[in-house]
């Protein structure tokens, strides 16, 4: 048994295993692209450790992809054969236990097994950063951000990944509103490591919440270089990108990233590449623009992963793509395929399905329809549980904008002046609200209002 370098013993007769496993939890905390790399030489130098095969389980399991939960429960027997033969640490067989409950579906179980390994060992980084990831997923922002709290205190500026912890603290504290303290400790993270994807990511969504656009886009070119060394997530980041682009109604600037940068692999199937892609595509038709096939050739895509059943939020955007590319025979499978999920309540993914994913996915298929009424009384009957879906503030932002969009399509004017309201209040700099309110006032014939605020749109460009 040898330690790793946060003093956490792990279960194997090799140093050089340690050192490689160390580099694969520093490379996936950067979200980087040799995650996999590392792990392939932790194995060559101990082929039979028990908390790699649960670190590759977990792995596989980050991709919400059936297929590679089977390779996830393989990983998983692996790992048990090891601890038969050698035994294992509290902490690894909680691990374990963890990967199992994750394979089973039991999102909720694995990440309370997360929370106790954080509780008897702080310094689990690999706990820390799992269970921050299905709390952003299981919407549950305010354990996210008080998961980090609890543990923050036994970390110092010298405990390897310090950095990376911030910045995961600085995204919990964005998510539950407090702007200020994020950016803060953001910039703080940077600062100790420039090379961190997920920190750059928490900044720039205090700017989005803060309507802050000609900030937000001179923030992540200057820090382009230290993002676009990331995995897939890159292309997350270059979502940010355009959605500080589209308040400044640089359309024609924002169709090119979505080619270059959103959807540069278009063979890509990966869950979030999808809902970036799709949510964009969205934000563009609802300001009128032509975005020629792409929905066509995201909607073949979202198809290979419309029988997943693995989590909601990529559920949503699957369908939107097949209602976006106006393919009603898909919208109607997959809403066929949510409806089966909503009657199996013994996984988490079927439980927020019930609750909150199935209405939310017949409000998509309103809209697609013209139903605009049907579309508003289904929105508005999940607004309070939208969270359950999991994703971000501004991921889940989308549903607001759907919600207007069908209100200023049925000519519900006391309903679309109440929302717009609302969220100009929130983001007087929305140059997007801005046109909505345009469109509204032009279909009152308010021609000065109209043109009024179309001027003020406008003006969010320069």
Known sequence: MHDDSRGLPVTTTSVAAITQLDRTMTEYLA????????????????PDLALAHIIKGYFFQLFYKPTLTQRAASCLALADESIKNRGATDREFLHRDALAAWINGHTEHATRIWEIILDKFPLDVLALRLSHFTHFYDGNAKDMRSSLERVLPAWTPNTPGYGYVLGCHAFGLEETGDYPAAEALGRKAIALNPQDPWAIHAVAHVMEMQGRHREGVAWLDQLEKNWKGANAFAGHIAWHRTLFLLEAGQ?????DLYDQEVRSDPTSDDYLDIANAASLLWRLHSDGIDVGTRWKD???IAATRMSDQSLVFAD???LLTFCGAERPDLATKMLATMTEASSNITTTHGQVMQQVGLNLGKALTAIASQDWK???????????????????????????????????????????????????EKNPHSGWAWRRQADLLQSLNDDIGAAVAREKARAQAN
């Open 316 to 318: 949503l955007h699957y």
């Open 31 to 46: 979200l980087g692209r040799h995650t996999g790399t590392y792990l392939k030489a932790t194995f060559a130098e101990d």
């Open 298 to 300: 995201l909607a073949e």
């Open 251 to 255: 359309f024609s600037k924002v169709l």
């Open 374 to 424: 049907r579309a508003i009384t289904l929105l508005q009957s999940r607004e309070k549980s939208i969270s359950l879906i999991g994703g971000s503030n501004a991921q889940r932002d989308l549903f607001a904008r759907l919600l207007l969009y069908a209100a200023l399509a049925a000519k519900d004017v006391d309903l679309t002046q109440t929302l717009l309201r609302q969220r100009l």
